[in-house]
C-alpha cells in the first residue's frame, strides 16, 4: 500500500471553484475530486483528479455525506481552503485511478480506489 501525501490549497473566489466532488460517507467512499474544468481555480493550484478531500476549511470530511461536503464548500465564501492527499506508488509517482464516470453508476472498490466494472475486475 502506498504513502499518503498530502497537501493544502488555498483558492480565492467566488465560486465556481473548477472541481466535482464525488463520494462521501453516504457512497462509503472518500470525497475524492473526480473531474476538473481546465484552467480552473482548482486545476491552476495543482489539484488532481483523483485526490482525497481530508478537510474542507479545517474541518474533517471523515463523516461528511457528499450533500454536507457540497454545503461546505458553498459556505466559504470567497476563499476555500482544502487539504487532500494524494496517493503515491513505490516509484513515487500518483497512482491512476478509473477515469470513468462513476456518477450515478455502480461503482466497486479495488484498494480504496473507486473503479467502474471493467477496470475493477481487469487484470492490469
Request: aromatic share 8%; proline share 5%; charged share 20%.
Amino acid at each position: 500500500m502506498g504513502e499518503m501525501e498530502s497537501y493544502k490549497v488555498m483558492l480565492n473566489g467566488p465560486a465556481p471553484w473548477g472541481f466535482r466532488l464525488q463520494g462521501g460517507k453516504d457512497f462509503s467512499m472518500p470525497l475524492s475530486i473526480s473531474r476538473l474544468t481546465p484552467g480552473g481555480k482548482a486545476a491552476q493550484a495543482g489539484v488532481g483528479v483523483g485526490d482525497w478531500v481530508l478537510y474542507i476549511d479545517g474541518e474533517s470530511t471523515g463523516t461528511m455525506t457528499h450533500i454536507e461536503a457540497q454545503n461546505r464548500i458553498r459556505a466559504c465564501g470567497d476563499r476555500l481552503c482544502l487539504t487532500l492527499s494524494r496517493a503515491q506508488n513505490h516509484l513515487g509517482k500518483p497512482q491512476k485511478i478509473c477515469q470513468t464516470n462513476l456518477e450515478g453508476k455502480t461503482f466497486y472498490s479495488k484498494k480504496d480506489k473507486p473503479l467502474c466494472k471493467s477496470h475493477a475486475f481487469s487484470h492490469v
